[in-house]
């Protein structure tokens, strides 16, 4: 069981480059987010998703798009890529928690093992 | 603005002796509040998760506990180890949204040494 399966582990863009993060989860979870995490800061969220087909955004959502074809994958664009943008990124996937809502808040958060974007 | 607030931001103690690590957070109410081990490189790993109703939870010899009129939550690792250096993140969750509302501490660095 492989969890959260985050590539390229490492990249070097230049300004204005675009790229894309890939995240993939094998356990068949529902909810799946992308979280940026800087020195000194709390982990932030960029997007997130409820399932195949929905996606909405999180705190920091300029300059990063998602989609969300398949249970499985939630990949995460940089358009045009800042220095601004250089950090770890970090892809989660979340199982369904316990409570009267399918989307209870108590239900376990994987992350993957982060992505270390720097961009000159 | 919902915050969580951690101390100390570091620690260094020595192999085998105890230590307790702070978390003060603002979010009320809560639906629950989490501590993530988070090594050097690596993606965070969820120690234990209390919900409002909960005071403490242990995880081998991690023991988190919570106190929800003070908002306040504490983990205590006993009888350290090398392994234990880290990062330890405190996440608080209010009761709407489904995980997108998780506010994340900056977390407690502590080293263990020989």
């Known amino acids: 069981n492989a969890g959260v399966t985050q590539t390229p582990k490492f990249q070097v863009l230049k300004t204005g480059q675009s790229m894309t993060l890939q995240c993939a989860q094998d356990?068949?979870?529902?909810?799946m987010s992308w979280y940026r995490q800087d020195p000194g800061m709390g982990l932030r969220l960029i997007h997130y998703s409820v399932g195949a087909g929905i996606t909405d955004q999180g705190e920091v959502p300029n300059g990063y798009n998602v989609s969300r074809s398949t249970t499985e994958d939630f990949p995460l664009r940089l358009l045009s890529a800042a220095p601004s943008q250089t950090s770890v990124y970090f892809c989660?996937?979340?199982?369904?928690?316990?409570?009267?809502?399918?989307?209870?808040?108590?239900?376990?958060?994987?992350f993957g093992e982060g992505s270390r974007l720097t961009v000159l | 603005k919902n915050q969580v607030e951690q101390s100390p931001q570091s620690l260094i103690i020595l192999e085998g002796k105890n230590c307790t690590l702070q978390c003060n957070y603002t979010v009320s109410p809560f639906s629950n509040l989490r501590w993530y081990k988070q090594d050097t490189g690596r993606g965070p790993v969820s120690l234990t998760i209390m919900t409002f109703s909960e005071n403490t939870k242990s995880n081998g010899r991690y023991t988190a506990t919570l106190d929800a009129d003070t908002k306040q939550s504490s983990l205590h690792i006993t009888a350290s180890q090398l392994s234990d250096s880290a990062s330890y993140i405190c996440?608080?969750?209010?009761?709407?949204?489904?995980?997108?509302?998780?506010?994340f501490g900056t977390g407690t660095q502590l080293k263990v040494e020989l």
């Open positions: 356990m068949n979870h529902e909810y």
């Open positions: 996440v608080v969750s209010p009761p709407e949204g489904g995980g997108n509302k998780l506010t």
């Open positions: 989660a996937s979340k199982e369904r928690g316990t409570g009267f809502s399918p989307f209870a808040n108590t239900g376990e958060l994987f």
